[in-house]
């Protein structure tokens, strides 16, 4: 059983409190048997038996829970960087979706390309994300729209998990956009995602969440409603793309299908937070796409205030957030989101965990969890996020097994 001895401070990210209590122990331990903390705490309280425990030592640096991105698109073709320039150029991101750019372009790559090839592509993403100190992903569809390429992306996760270390979730996206075959056909698509393809999810076991982007572009409330009530029957638990362009209801919509998380919600009514406080819906707060795509940032400061658990994520994508950068992503939530580096902390685990459904073995470093976590040279996690990019990990272990360096 190894134990982690001269932590300077181990913060515990227990899921209690407000958002900005992350329960920091100074000079702690850490002890752990196999994949699952057995214990931590103040260095001067380990019990006896762990005492002669092969050790390793954290130097002194601080300990914190690996970190959860809980809202990603991993699996796409090809890229958007023509987009990133038109934009630049003027043109916003609803413009160039009306010109066939955006969601489609992308649709239009994933399609062509092979489930190997996007299977390749997200191991090398894996690779890189890992060293960002990410231990559990979540990963959408989205960009296939067609019964094959939706599972085809989802069979690209199940591989995933299969051969890497990672905590991987997965969301059915099919109702991401209509798909150019079905341009005034909104009816037989929505039948076609009822009907064809969350039967053929379920069978084969292929995703955990529904997802709706729930927009004018998009979805409306009422076809999202019905999405998200039938990925219930098949035990998908529902998710939702929520407020991002416009205030469209979607946070309300959250609250009454019972989802678990209700994400973006840059243009949240007051209602909505409400709505979303009283139902215990996580809010996913994704910076990196306001900053992408020029749209205001979620100021994070009235759900807090009203008590609802704001996670933090990439939205990793080609599109509206072509960047895995967790760091930015918390660093972002500070400048514009409001949030305290203690909080950003909180949403990086517990409430992440929480958006996913995992934070019974994940998210906080207790007696009973996975021992995920990341040792940091740091002062503290103010730092961590202040000196952004220049404070290095210097140990990550997942499931009891260091990983990295
Ligand atoms: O979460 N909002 C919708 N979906 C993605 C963007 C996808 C894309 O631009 O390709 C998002 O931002
Ligand atoms: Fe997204």
Redesign the pocket.
Same mark, same amino acid.
């Given at each position: 059983m190894p134990v982690l001895k001269n932590i300077s401070r181990l913060y515990t990210c227990r899921d209690e409190g407000l958002q900005k209590e992350v329960f920091p122990v100074e000079n702690a331990t850490l002890a752990w048997i196999g994949d699952t903390i057995v214990w931590s705490g103040k260095e001067r309280d380990l019990p006896a038996e762990y005492l002669n425990e092969s050790s390793m030592d954290a130097e002194g640096g601080v300990v914190v829970p690996g970190f959860i991105d809980c809202h990603t698109?991993l699996a796409f073709g090809g890229w958007?960087a023509d987009e990133f320039e038109m934009r630049l150029k003027g043109k916003s991101?609803l413009e160039i979706a009306k010109e066939g750019g955006?969601?489609l372009s992308?649709v239009k790559a994933t399609r062509q390309a092979t489930e190997e090839e996007l299977f390749a592509k997200c191991l090398r993403f894996l690779e890189k994300i890992k060293q960002s100190g990410v231990t559990s992903i979540e990963c959408k569809s989205?960009?296939g729209l067609t019964v094959n390429d939706e599972l085809k992306t989802l069979r690209v996760y199940k591989r995933l998990k299969e051969v890497s270390e990672y905590n991987i979730k997965t969301t059915f996206l099919g109702a !991401?956009s209509f798909p150019p075959e079905y341009r005034g056909k909104h009816r037989a698509y929505i039948d076609l995602i009822i009907n064809e393809m969350l039967p053929k999810v379920a069978k084969e076991n292929l995703a955990d969440f529904c997802d709706v982007?729930v927009?004018e572009s998009?979805f409306n409330l009422s076809e999202a409603r019905e999405i998200l009530e039938a990925g219930k029957t098949f035990g998908l638990i529902p998710k939702l793309?929520a407020d991002?362009l416009s205030t469209g209801g979607g946070a309300e919509l959250a609250a009454e299908v019972g989802a678990i998380s209700a994400? !973006?919600l840059e243009h949240v009514s007051d209602a909505g937070i409400r709505k979303m406080a009283e139902a215990g819906v996580v809010a996913v707060n994704?910076p990196l796409?306001s900053l992408y795509t020029q749209q205001p940032f979620l100021n994070c400061r009235p759900l807090i205030d009203a008590g609802i658990p704001v996670a933090i994520a990439t939205?990793f994508?080609?599109?509206?957030?072509p960047s895995y950068d967790i760091h930015l992503a918390m660093l972002l939530s500070c400048m514009h989101g409001r949030l305290t580096p203690d909080e950003c902390l909180k949403a990086v685990t517990i409430n992440a965990a929480k958006a996913i459904g995992i934070d019974k073995d994940h998210g906080s470093l207790e007696s009973g969890k996975k021992a995920d976590f990341l040792v940091l040279h740091i002062p503290d996690f103010n730092f961590w996020i202040y000196h952004y990019n220049g404070s290095k990990i210097t140990a990550i272990v997942l499931k009891g097994k260091r990983i990295h360096p």
């Open positions: 698109h958007r991101y955006g969601i992308t989205g960009y !991401h982007f927009e998009a793309h991002q994400d !973006h994704l796409a939205d994508n080609p599109g509206s957030a």
